[in-house]
Protein backbone atom coordinates (compact mmCIF):
# COMPACT_ATOMS: atom_id res chain seq x y z
CA UNK A 1 0.00 0.00 0.00
CA UNK A 2 1.31 3.43 -0.59
CA UNK A 3 1.15 5.96 2.19
CA UNK A 4 1.08 9.64 1.96
CA UNK A 5 0.98 11.37 4.95
CA UNK A 6 -0.10 14.89 5.21
CA UNK A 7 -0.17 17.74 6.96
CA UNK A 8 -3.20 18.78 8.02
CA UNK A 9 -7.19 17.99 6.09
CA UNK A 10 -7.09 20.79 3.32
CA UNK A 11 -3.83 19.05 2.13
CA UNK A 12 -4.85 15.26 2.36
CA UNK A 13 -8.34 16.49 0.40
CA UNK A 14 -5.96 18.35 -2.21
CA UNK A 15 -3.90 15.11 -2.73
CA UNK A 16 -6.76 13.39 -2.99
CA UNK A 17 -8.13 15.50 -5.61
CA UNK A 18 -5.25 15.07 -7.68
CA UNK A 19 -5.44 11.50 -7.60
CA UNK A 20 -9.08 11.74 -8.56
CA UNK A 21 -8.34 14.26 -11.19
CA UNK A 22 -5.41 11.91 -12.99
CA UNK A 23 -7.76 9.25 -13.48
CA UNK A 24 -10.45 11.47 -15.20
CA UNK A 25 -7.91 13.02 -17.41
CA UNK A 26 -6.64 9.42 -18.18
CA UNK A 27 -10.46 8.31 -18.89
CA UNK A 28 -12.98 10.78 -19.14
CA UNK A 29 -15.68 8.22 -18.85
CA UNK A 30 -14.41 6.60 -16.08
CA UNK A 31 -16.24 4.89 -13.43
CA UNK A 32 -15.70 6.52 -9.75
CA UNK A 33 -16.45 4.76 -6.53
CA UNK A 34 -17.87 7.40 -4.06
CA UNK A 35 -17.80 7.84 -0.09
CA UNK A 36 -20.31 9.57 2.00
CA UNK A 37 -19.01 10.97 5.69
CA UNK A 38 -17.16 14.04 6.54
CA UNK A 39 -13.72 12.76 5.23
CA UNK A 40 -14.32 13.15 1.63
CA UNK A 41 -15.77 16.67 1.49
CA UNK A 42 -12.66 18.90 1.17
CA UNK A 43 -12.15 16.13 -2.30
CA UNK A 44 -15.74 16.90 -2.83
CA UNK A 45 -15.70 20.59 -2.31
CA UNK A 46 -12.25 20.35 -5.15
CA UNK A 47 -13.83 18.31 -7.69
CA UNK A 48 -17.12 20.84 -7.65
CA UNK A 49 -14.77 23.96 -7.46
CA UNK A 50 -12.84 22.55 -10.79
CA UNK A 51 -16.15 21.64 -12.59
CA UNK A 52 -17.64 24.92 -11.98
CA UNK A 53 -14.71 26.82 -13.41
CA UNK A 54 -14.86 24.84 -16.82
CA UNK A 55 -12.19 22.31 -15.50
CA UNK A 56 -12.60 18.47 -15.56
CA UNK A 57 -16.38 17.79 -17.05
CA UNK A 58 -18.33 15.20 -15.74
CA UNK A 59 -20.72 14.76 -18.77
CA UNK A 60 -19.58 11.12 -19.50
CA UNK A 61 -18.57 9.93 -15.66
CA UNK A 62 -20.52 7.36 -14.14
CA UNK A 63 -20.04 7.16 -10.17
CA UNK A 64 -21.51 4.62 -7.76
CA UNK A 65 -21.76 5.05 -3.87
CA UNK A 66 -20.63 2.58 -1.24
CA UNK A 67 -24.00 2.33 0.83
CA UNK A 68 -27.51 3.65 2.09
CA UNK A 69 -29.63 3.80 5.10
CA UNK A 70 -32.17 1.70 5.10
CA UNK A 71 -35.54 3.48 5.22
CA UNK A 72 -33.91 6.28 3.70
CA UNK A 73 -34.44 7.78 0.57
CA UNK A 74 -33.84 11.16 -1.65
CA UNK A 75 -36.65 13.21 0.45
CA UNK A 76 -34.86 12.82 3.71
CA UNK A 77 -32.04 15.01 4.57
CA UNK A 78 -30.00 12.30 6.20
CA UNK A 79 -29.74 9.78 3.36
CA UNK A 80 -26.63 9.34 1.49
CA UNK A 81 -28.73 9.80 -1.77
CA UNK A 82 -29.32 13.33 -0.52
CA UNK A 83 -25.63 14.01 1.22
CA UNK A 84 -24.17 13.43 -2.26
CA UNK A 85 -26.21 15.50 -4.32
CA UNK A 86 -26.26 18.45 -1.86
CA UNK A 87 -22.49 17.91 -1.67
CA UNK A 88 -21.07 16.99 -5.47
CA UNK A 89 -23.73 16.00 -8.04
CA UNK A 90 -25.76 19.40 -7.88
CA UNK A 91 -22.72 20.95 -8.83
CA UNK A 92 -21.02 19.03 -11.63
CA UNK A 93 -22.04 18.87 -15.02
CA UNK A 94 -22.68 15.29 -14.25
CA UNK A 95 -25.82 13.44 -15.49
CA UNK A 96 -28.35 12.62 -12.63
CA UNK A 97 -29.36 8.97 -14.37
CA UNK A 98 -25.41 8.24 -14.57
CA UNK A 99 -24.92 8.32 -10.64
CA UNK A 100 -26.02 5.20 -8.86
CA UNK A 101 -27.21 4.55 -5.32
CA UNK A 102 -28.85 1.57 -3.46
CA UNK A 103 -32.55 2.28 -2.80
CA UNK A 104 -32.60 2.56 1.01
CA UNK A 105 -36.45 2.74 0.48
CA UNK A 106 -37.05 -0.67 -1.41
CA UNK A 107 -39.45 -2.28 -0.23
CA UNK A 108 -37.43 -5.54 -0.45
CA UNK A 109 -34.06 -4.84 0.41
CA UNK A 110 -32.87 -8.41 -0.60
CA UNK A 111 -33.94 -8.21 -4.17
CA UNK A 112 -32.26 -4.21 -3.95
CA UNK A 113 -28.91 -5.48 -2.84
CA UNK A 114 -29.09 -8.07 -5.48
CA UNK A 115 -30.07 -5.62 -8.29
CA UNK A 116 -27.09 -3.25 -7.39
CA UNK A 117 -24.89 -6.11 -7.17
CA UNK A 118 -25.52 -6.75 -10.79
CA UNK A 119 -25.23 -3.31 -11.53
CA UNK A 120 -22.35 -2.86 -9.70
CA UNK A 121 -20.72 -6.08 -11.85
CA UNK A 122 -21.14 -4.28 -14.94
CA UNK A 123 -19.16 -1.53 -14.03
CA UNK A 124 -16.00 -1.74 -12.25
CA UNK A 125 -15.08 1.33 -10.46
CA UNK A 126 -11.80 2.66 -12.26
CA UNK A 127 -11.11 4.71 -8.65
CA UNK A 128 -12.75 3.61 -5.56
CA UNK A 129 -12.72 6.04 -2.58
CA UNK A 130 -12.67 5.13 0.53
CA UNK A 131 -12.93 6.34 4.42
CA UNK A 132 -12.19 4.89 7.42
CA UNK A 133 -14.43 4.14 10.52
CA UNK A 134 -12.72 4.41 13.86
CA UNK A 135 -13.70 0.47 14.68
CA UNK A 136 -12.22 -0.23 10.92
CA UNK A 137 -14.85 -0.46 8.76
CA UNK A 138 -14.79 0.40 5.34
CA UNK A 139 -18.26 1.30 3.99
CA UNK A 140 -20.93 -0.09 6.24
CA UNK A 141 -18.74 -3.51 6.24
CA UNK A 142 -18.38 -3.43 10.29
CA UNK A 143 -15.58 -5.79 12.26
CA UNK A 144 -16.02 -9.64 11.32
CA UNK A 145 -17.56 -9.34 7.92
CA UNK A 146 -16.50 -11.91 5.20
CA UNK A 147 -13.75 -11.09 2.94
CA UNK A 148 -16.10 -12.49 0.45
CA UNK A 149 -19.25 -10.01 1.02
CA UNK A 150 -20.82 -8.70 -1.75
CA UNK A 151 -23.47 -6.36 -1.72
CA UNK A 152 -25.91 -6.70 1.60
CA UNK A 153 -27.87 -5.20 4.21
CA UNK A 154 -26.07 -4.70 7.78
CA UNK A 155 -27.09 -4.29 11.21
CA UNK A 156 -25.09 -1.68 11.71
CA UNK A 157 -22.19 -1.83 15.20
CA UNK A 158 -22.94 0.64 18.34
CA UNK A 159 -19.48 2.03 17.60
CA UNK A 160 -20.88 3.41 14.49
CA UNK A 161 -24.17 4.48 15.53
CA UNK A 162 -22.80 6.68 17.96
CA UNK A 163 -20.35 8.27 16.02
CA UNK A 164 -22.67 8.85 13.21
CA UNK A 165 -25.28 10.30 15.68
CA UNK A 166 -23.56 13.44 15.55
CA UNK A 167 -25.09 14.08 12.28
CA UNK A 168 -29.00 13.53 13.52
CA UNK A 169 -30.99 15.29 16.05
CA UNK A 170 -30.79 12.17 18.02
CA UNK A 171 -28.96 8.55 18.62
CA UNK A 172 -32.46 7.45 18.43
CA UNK A 173 -32.84 8.76 15.14
CA UNK A 174 -29.88 6.90 13.40
CA UNK A 175 -30.92 4.07 11.32
CA UNK A 176 -30.48 0.04 12.84
CA UNK A 177 -29.84 -0.90 9.15
CA UNK A 178 -28.31 0.32 6.02
CA UNK A 179 -27.45 -1.54 2.27
CA UNK A 180 -23.41 -1.54 1.66
CA UNK A 181 -21.01 -2.79 -1.40
CA UNK A 182 -19.29 -5.61 0.11
CA UNK A 183 -15.98 -6.11 0.68
CA UNK A 184 -15.32 -8.41 -2.44
CA UNK A 185 -17.36 -5.52 -4.52
CA UNK A 186 -14.54 -2.66 -3.25
CA UNK A 187 -12.15 -4.84 -3.71
CA UNK A 188 -13.08 -4.95 -7.58
CA UNK A 189 -11.99 -1.42 -8.25
CA UNK A 190 -9.20 -0.73 -10.63
CA UNK A 191 -7.82 1.80 -7.84
CA UNK A 192 -8.48 2.41 -4.07
CA UNK A 193 -7.56 5.72 -2.45
CA UNK A 194 -8.39 5.81 1.03
CA UNK A 195 -8.71 9.01 3.53
CA UNK A 196 -8.43 9.39 6.70
CA UNK A 197 -7.94 12.39 9.18
CA UNK A 198 -7.96 12.82 12.74
CA UNK A 199 -6.88 11.63 15.97
CA UNK A 200 -9.76 8.90 16.32
CA UNK A 201 -8.98 7.33 13.01
CA UNK A 202 -5.08 6.15 14.28
CA UNK A 203 -5.95 2.99 15.61
CA UNK A 204 -8.01 1.87 12.73
CA UNK A 205 -5.39 3.59 10.57
CA UNK A 206 -3.12 1.53 12.01
CA UNK A 207 -4.84 -1.54 12.03
CA UNK A 208 -5.31 -0.81 8.14
CA UNK A 209 -1.25 -0.55 7.38
CA UNK A 210 -0.04 -2.39 9.43
CA UNK A 211 -1.99 -4.91 10.96
CA UNK A 212 -2.92 -8.61 10.51
CA UNK A 213 -5.18 -8.76 7.69
CA UNK A 214 -8.03 -10.24 9.39
CA UNK A 215 -11.97 -9.71 8.68
CA UNK A 216 -12.11 -8.47 12.26
CA UNK A 217 -10.23 -5.06 10.95
CA UNK A 218 -12.05 -5.01 7.58
CA UNK A 219 -10.02 -1.99 6.36
CA UNK A 220 -6.74 -4.61 6.58
CA UNK A 221 -8.06 -6.68 3.62
CA UNK A 222 -7.11 -3.70 1.46
CA UNK A 223 -3.39 -4.83 2.26
CA UNK A 224 -4.04 -7.22 -0.76
CA UNK A 225 -5.00 -4.77 -2.97
CA UNK A 226 -2.44 -4.34 -6.01
CA UNK A 227 -2.77 -0.70 -6.12
CA UNK A 228 -4.18 1.30 -2.88
CA UNK A 229 -3.17 4.62 -1.84
CA UNK A 230 -3.67 6.21 1.91
CA UNK A 231 -3.62 9.42 2.16
CA UNK A 232 -3.75 10.78 5.54
CA UNK A 233 -2.99 13.78 7.87
CA UNK A 234 -0.55 13.70 10.81
CA UNK A 235 -3.22 13.01 13.23
CA UNK A 236 -4.31 9.90 11.73
CA UNK A 237 -0.83 8.64 10.85
CA UNK A 238 0.33 8.66 14.35
CA UNK A 239 0.03 4.99 15.33
CA UNK A 240 2.10 3.89 11.71
P1 LIG B 1 -16.41 9.88 8.37
O1 LIG B 1 -16.88 8.37 8.23
O2 LIG B 1 -15.81 10.24 7.06
O3 LIG B 1 -17.65 10.64 8.66
O4 LIG B 1 -15.41 9.91 9.48
C1 LIG B 1 -16.00 7.43 7.69
C2 LIG B 1 -16.60 6.05 7.78
O5 LIG B 1 -17.33 5.75 8.74
O6 LIG B 1 -16.33 5.23 6.88
Not at 142 to 167: C, K
Not at 184 to 193: S, V
Not at 216 to 222: E, F, K, Y
Amino acid sequence: MKVIITKDYESMSEKAYEEVRAVIAENPAAVLGLATGTTPLGLYRRMADDCGRGGISYKKIRTVNLDEYAGLGADSDQSYVYFMRKNLFDHLDILPENTFIANGKAEDLEAECARYNALLEGMRQDIQVLGIGSNGHIAFNEPGTPFSSTVHVVDLAESTIRDNARLFAREEDVPRKAITMGLKNIMRAKKILILANGANKARAVCGLVKGEVTEAVPASVLQLHPDCTLICDRDAAAMI
